[in-house]
């Protein structure tokens, strides 16, 4: 379904690649490793499930786990702008990394995980 959703489009195997890809990315950068765990496993499967409805898809994430309630999850987690933007670039060169997904099919869900992004930045940069 080519005019479906963005999930209709991407697809569960591309979308699984991207988050996989995604995860290894936030493993080697420095402003994140801190506030994830070190094994990425669980927080990938509940990421590609969350993606999965986000993007119109299946309610994964809402039949395991209930309301995702983002921004409230994100609260023990310092994230500043500064985060934001790594998360960003993480995924940024996940998606330039995961040639199954077109490139009007990245900015697409790169725009909208951007405006995301944006909610969960709950802390000032440190100065410098
Ligand atoms: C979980 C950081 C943006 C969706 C997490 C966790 C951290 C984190 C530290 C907990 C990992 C764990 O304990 O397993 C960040 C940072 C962001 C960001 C620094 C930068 C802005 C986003 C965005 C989305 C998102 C934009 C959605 C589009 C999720 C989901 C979980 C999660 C679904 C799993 C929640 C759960 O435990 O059930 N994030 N995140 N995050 N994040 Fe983010």
């Known amino acids: 379904n080519a005019g479906g959703s963005l999930y209709d489009r991407i697809g569960p195997d591309a979308l699984s690649a991207l988050v996989t890809r995604f995860y290894s990315y936030v493993a080697q950068e420095p402003l994140l490793t801190p506030i994830f765990p070190a094994d990425l496993t669980v927080t990938a499967e509940k ?6 409805g986000f993007l119109g898809g299946p309610p994964l994430y809402h039949e395991r786990y209930g309301h995702p309630r983002l921004r409230a999850r994100h609260l023990p987690f310092e994230i500043t702008p500064a985060r934001a933007r790594a998360w960003l670039a993480c995924m940024n ?3 330039r990394d995961t040639p199954q997904i ?3 099919d990245a900015r697409e869900l790169y725009a909208a995980l951007s405006r995301v992004a944006v909610h969960m930045v ?3 940069d440190h100065p410098a």
């Open 102 to 104: 077109s490139a009007d």
């Open 93 to 95: 060169a996940a998606l």
């Open 47 to 52: 990421q590609l499930a969350f993606l999965t």
């Open 122 to 124: 709950n802390a000032e």
